[in-house]
């Protein structure tokens, strides 16, 4: 990946600066349950020994994040005790009180500094155009806001609450270490962000195909075919040993306790059932709303006994294990296997054929949305882990935009309803609105010379997602349906918006199947 310097200008200081001021507005807002849960975790690695840590469960909001993670909280309470110590008291549950809103809502803010670096770097990594008068002609300056003025991240972490931003930047740092060739650096953010979050493991086969390939592996091309040089056990070894010597950092402390078994069992929690309380937008809600059309069916055709079959526990919101009612009922090994055999393509097409950075890039994304397709209890705000990185193809190519206007516009919709007080309801469609207008715009000026970056269909497909919130948000609350029914405007939110992601997944697929990595001119 071509290396270029960010503009010396004060644009870049100009937009951090204006997005965090933006997310102090947002203090207070809304938060969901994911606030009490951060509050619980601050409270718990503060006020009991290591050893207590995961086995704690005086609220139903246990500690099941990695070792990292707690530390990371560990260090948040010392600071929390000075803003008001009451909220570090395990027993004092859904504690809210003005100065602990204050204090959570800061650390968020405070810890996207590290996001804004990540962008930062990542704005190093693209090529501006020379000569280029309109700042919407520079590419470093769109992929500047569509990361640090994303949609998805300002409503997830600073109204609904969560640190989703600090992990990415983790990610996009990592990320941004490889495309400069910095490999060791890479694979440590990346060691780092694992021992943070797990759910991250979704992308650690693209990293590992990659590592091994390009950096363990080195090639030498002779009349036109690839032909193994040599391969260095050396960088075999430095890459197995920041991986060790970090897990062992995150988990020695409890391996040597004995509580390996007890931290796992908290980290992959397989009894909350196929899908989360709201349906993330994969091929699961798709199953799930073909399922249950066919028990209705076979129901009124009476093939089918109504007593028999199960309870229809999947459309009540809540997160629990359920029985399919006519097609097979799916199980984590099922969600496994599907997601492993969406990927291997993806991962031989960067082994057998390597591009380079973009190819990983390209990889890396496809592991990501086929996890979220295909994955066990997938949380909807899990599609931000492909929106961001993608921006960074987003614009170097003119196909990738197509493909991030679909993805980021479908996904970005699908968070909708964790905002679902009306106090809100006008923010998530400003902000939405503008960030979409911006994308169009922006990345529209930078492929002008290339025509219209949608197809006629999903141009339609996207005009259909007004139709739905207008539907969900306007006639749905008005209809008697609200009382009868009132997980609909969710299930057609998340079969709508499957439709979309599922298609830019293929999309994305095809591209690397095809061109593997795209063109050579545009590579990054």
């Not at 402390?253 to 059932?273: D, N």
């Not at 902000?431 to 002008?448: E, N, R, V, W």
């Not at 994305?508 to 050579?520: D, P, Q, S």
Request: aromatic residues 12%; positive net charge.
């Amino acid at each position: 990946m071509a290396s270029a310097t960010v503009d010396r200008g004060s644009w870049f200081p100009a937009l951090a600066l204006g997005v965090s001021l933006l997310k102090a507005l947002f203090i207070n807002a809304y938060h969901s349950t994911d606030f009490e849960v951060h509050r619980n975790w601050l409270a718990i690695t503060h006020s009991l020994p290591v050893s207590r840590w995961y086995h704690e469960n005086t609220s139903e909001w246990t500690l099941d994040y990695p070792p990292l993670f707690a530390w990371f909280e560990f260090g948040l309470s010392h600071v929390a005790r000075h803003f008001d110590n009451e909220m570090l008291a395990v027993d004092n549950l859904n504690y809210a009180s003005p100065a602990t809103v204050l204090f959570q809502r800061l650390s968020v803010i405070f810890s996207d500094l590290l996001f804004i670096y990540a962008a930062r770097e990542c704005c190093r990594c693209v090529r501006n155009r020379r000569g280029a008068r309109d700042i919407f002609n520079r590419p470093s300056f769109v992929l500047a806001v569509l990361l640090l003025w994303n949609f998805g991240l300002l409503i997830v972490d600073h109204i609904h609450f969560q640190y989703n931003g600090f992990l990415l930047g983790f990610l996009l740092l990592s990320v941004a270490k490889h495309l400069q060739s910095q490999h060791l650096q890479g694979a440590l953010l990346f060691a780092i962000l694992l021992n943070l979050k797990h759910i991250y493991l979704y992308v650690a086969p693209a990293y590992g195909i990659f590592l091994l390939r390009s950096y363990c592996f080195t090639e030498d091309d002779i009349g036109g075919s690839i032909k193994w040089r040599s391969f260095s056990p050396l960088r075999l070894l430095a890459l197995g040993s920041i991986v060790v010597a970090v897990c062992a950092l995150s988990f020695g402390p409890f391996i040597a306790m004995g509580q390996l078994p007890q931290v796992l069992s908290r980290l992959f929690p397989f009894k909350r059932g196929l899908c989360h309380a709201y349906w993330a937008p994969n091929v699961w809600a798709l199953y799930n709303v073909l399922d249950k059309s066919m028990a209705i069916l076979g129901v009124r055709l009476k093939l089918l006994n109504e007593t028999t079959l199960p309870q229809a526990s999947m459309t009540g919101g809540l997160v629990q294990e359920f029985q399919h009612s006519v097609l097979p009922s799916v199980t984590p090994s099922v969600t496994l296997v599907c997601t492993l055999l969406s990927i291997l393509p993806a991962l031989s097409s960067i082994w057998c054929r390597p591009r380079g950075p973009r190819g990983f890039l390209r990889c890396l994304l496809l592991c990501a949305l086929a996890s979220f397709a295909f994955g066990w209890h997938v949380h909807e705000k899990a599609i931000l882990i492909a929106i961001l990185p993608l921006s960074l193809l987003a614009v170097e190519s003119r196909e990738d935009a197509g493909i991030f206007l679909l993805l980021s516009t479908t996904g970005h919709y699908s968070l909708f309803p964790l905002l679902f007080t009306p106090a809100e309801l006008p923010i998530k469609y400003a902000l939405m609105l503008m960030f979409t207008i911006f994308s169009f715009d922006a990345l529209g000026k930078l492929h002008s010379a290339q025509g219209s970056l949608l197809r006629p269909l999903e141009a339609v497909y996207l005009s259909g997602l007004v139709v739905v919130a207008v539907a969900c948000e306007l006639v749905f609350p008005l209809s008697p349906w609200q009382q009868k029914l009132p997980f609909l405007p969710l299930l057609a939110t998340s079969v709508y918006a499957s439709l979309g992601v599922s298609y830019s997944f293929v999309r994305l697929y095809i591209t690397i199947l095809r061109r593997g990595g795209g063109r050579k001119s545009k590579q990054l």
